[in-house]
């Protein structure tokens, strides 16, 4: 009953972001509203981590199998991505190596900025 419960808010959440979506005419996915909103009910309290850890950690743990429809989905339509396969491979490896050197740079920031305060 605690996993329902969890799974609950969490779909809750997520319908109120799809409803953003459909009111707001900003180009957002209505996930990123969902993110968000949760982020923003875990911090102010609103949400306790307690009413949604477990749901969430089964939710990460089955991620991967998530991924299998979008796979066949490529696999299915690999006639009309054979002519770009080239610059979408390009584009896929340095946006890649982008992200990872973004994420490196912010995060030795925020640890050299948590040394700095702690001492």
Request: a positive charge.
């Amino acid at each position: 009953m605690k996993y329902l419960k969890q799974f609950l808010i969490i779909l809750a959440i997520s319908l109120i972001g799809e409803i953003l979506k459909a009111v707001l005419p900003l180009p957002i996915p209505a996930s990123i509203y969902g993110m968000v909103l949760l982020f923003i009910a875990l911090l102010s309290g609103l949400i306790k981590l307690e009413q949604v850890r477990d749901t969430g950690k089964f939710l990460i743990e089955i991620m991967p199998v998530m991924f299998v429809p979008a796979g066949v989905g490529l696999m299915s339509s690999w006639g009309v991505l054979a002519p770009v396969l080239l610059p979408v491979s390009i584009i896929t490896v340095i946006t890649i190596f982008t992200v990872m050197g973004a994420t490196g740079v912010i995060s030795q920031f925020i640890i050299r900025r948590s040394k700095r305060e702690a001492k």
